[in-house]
């Protein structure tokens, strides 16, 4: 057998495809500016390895040894949608009590973690001005709460 014939074996662990019953997604508002999407998303991602240790992952390092810290140990799925569907997706959330991260409009004038607690903290629920929401949960948990919405492009 030649060096580049592959056999039908089972894969090993360490080579067998890995499938995560569980799902990352943000869901962005689709009117947002470029810039405006990248925050937005790596703010709201990073609230969830704060309080989901399971979804982060190893830390890395390279061929020289240098180390570098852990990442998610999953793909993100970045999505977009209207403010209703945004709406529509924040009620999905809380009803099924998943772990979330919001991002309001108001933030983009804010400068620093405190005020932008303070900025949430002074809206009710039901009248916050989303922009983004990040969700971890079971697969089709997730899937349900970002119904409606499209992959961003």
Do not use: C
Request: proline content about 8%; charged content about 25%; hydrophobic content about 40%.
């Amino acid at each position: 057998m030649s060096d580049t014939t592959r056999t039908t074996e089972t894969p090993t662990p360490d080579e067998a495809p890995v499938r995560f019953d569980t799902k990352i997604a943000v869901l962005l508002r689709e009117d947002l500016e470029p810039w405006q999407r990248l925050n937005v998303t790596a703010f709201l991602v990073s609230g969830l390895g704060t309080q989901v240790p399971e979804v982060i992952g190893e830390p890395y390092e390279d061929g020289d040894g240098v180390r570098y810290l852990p990442m998610f140990r999953q793909p993100v799925l970045v999505f977009e949608g209207t403010k209703e569907t945004l709406t529509t997706a924040h009620a999905r959330v809380l009803s099924r009590s998943l772990p979330r991260a919001v991002f309001t409009s108001d933030l983009f004038a804010t400068g620093n973690d405190r005020d932008n607690r303070a900025a949430v903290r002074a809206v009710p629920t039901g009248e916050l001005d989303l922009v983004g929401l990040a969700v971890y949960g079971p697969r089709n948990a997730v899937d349900k709460v970002v119904k409606g919405a499209r992959m961003h492009p």
